[in-house]
């Protein structure tokens, strides 16, 4: 199955109340055979009304910090844990992140990324099925069923505490490192670790 078949499957997805007040359902964007996939949580007003992820404030600043590390929005995928917008932009809810994250493993399976960069802990943790912090588990890759999850701040919130921005800037050096090296990913973490971590 390619990308442009999966949207058009659901397209007019109505799998969660969201179906019934978004504008345009937000399925993702760039390069079907991309290397990389970003993951934020949910789109916002300007994604809602565009139809397309990262096009506002945070989306602007996630161009910038791909510049920094040579690729271009079109060298990525970018899409969210979340397809439609949440009203006034509330934290999405369990039953929304159970009804939409399928869609997302699909497009992860079309795509076949060797890299899910998740943005935040909301799209970490999903990812993960783990309650970890970001902040344990950023900027290091972890071995998810077939594929790897490189867990980075997420940019809106750099925007909105701005000692992040630096921290971010210096994870997005490691995630080219990490791209351009042999480092072998770490395993999974154990579960005793992951109770360590609370
Ligand atoms: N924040 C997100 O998590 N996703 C978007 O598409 C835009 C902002």
Redesign the pocket.
């Known amino acids: 199955m390619t990308l442009k078949e999966f949207h058009a499957e659901i397209k007019d997805c109505q799998k969660c109340s969201l179906g019934r007040s978004r504008t345009n359902l937000?399925f993702g964007a760039g390069n079907e055979k991309a290397d990389i996939l970003f993951v934020?949580?949910?789109?916002?007003y300007y994604?809602d009304q565009r139809g397309e992820?990262?096009?506002?404030a945070?989306?602007k600043l996630l161009t910038e910090l791909l510049t920094k590390i040579g690729l271009k929005r079109s060298d990525v995928y970018i899409a969210?844990i979340l397809k439609c917008r949440p009203p006034e932009n509330r934290d999405p809810s369990r039953e929304e992140v159970e009804a939409c994250t399928p869609h997302l493993l699909k497009q992860i399976e079309i795509i076949k990324p060797k890299v899910v960069c998740t943005?935040?802990n909301s799209?970490t943790q999903t990812i993960l099925d783990k309650r970890v912090p970001i902040t344990k588990v950023k900027a290091k890759a972890t071995q998810v069923k077939d594929f790897l999850v490189f867990p980075l701040y997420?940019p809106?919130a750099a925007l909105h505490q701005g000692w992040m921005r630096g921290p971010l800037e210096e994870d997005f050096q490691k995630l080219k490192e990490f791209l351009a090296s042999e480092v072998k990913p770490k395993p999974l973490l154990k579960e005793a670790e992951q109770l360590d971590l609370f």
Request: no cysteine.
């Open positions: 937000v934020g949580e949910a789109p916002g994604e992820p990262f096009v506002g945070a989306g969210n943005l935040g799209a997420h809106a």
